[in-house]
Nanobody
Framework: QVQLVESGGGLVQAGGSLRLSCAAS????????MGWFRQAPGKERDFVAA????????YYLGSVKGRFTISRDNAKNTVYLQMNSLKPEDTAVYYC??????????????????WGQGTQVTVSS
């Protein structure tokens, strides 16, 4: 069982930066692939980024590649999403998610077993 708590969201102007954190509880965190997803009002939940349990493999949504960076610190049971050069279209609720242990990271939300409550990111123009 893994419990996830996101933090770091807020209001920022276009071009600004935010760093989201996702604190995980559970003894298997170091073996869980992790992902970040986002959901804007009236839209489906979209993949943003994912990282393997070791941190050696990462995947990104095309529109955030080069602006966002996913990373993890297994000693702190935390995964991060550094977001730079933010745009109004990045406005959404951002969710952290974890897969079952030893599974590879993917972009499919239904393959993630555990979810956080979400944190709001609002980018003003």
């Amino acid at each position: 069982q893994v419990q996830l708590v996101e933090s770091g969201g807020g209001l920022v102007q276009a071009g600004g930066s935010l760093r989201l954190s996702c604190a995980a509880s559970g003894r298997t965190f170091s073996r869980n692939a992790m992902g970040w997803f986002r959901q804007a009002p009236g839209k489906e939940r979209d993949f943003v980024a994912a990282i393997s349990w070791s941190g050696s493999t990462t995947y990104y949504l095309g529109s955030v590649k080069g602006r966002f960076t996913i990373s993890r610190d297994n000693a702190k049971n935390t995964v991060y999403l550094q977001m730079n050069s933010l745009k109004p279209e990045d406005t959404a609720v951002y969710y952290c998610a974890a897969k079952r242990p030893s599974l590879p990271p993917t972009a499919l939300a239904y393959e993630y077993e555990y979810w956080g409550q979400g944190t709001q990111v609002t980018v003003s123009s």
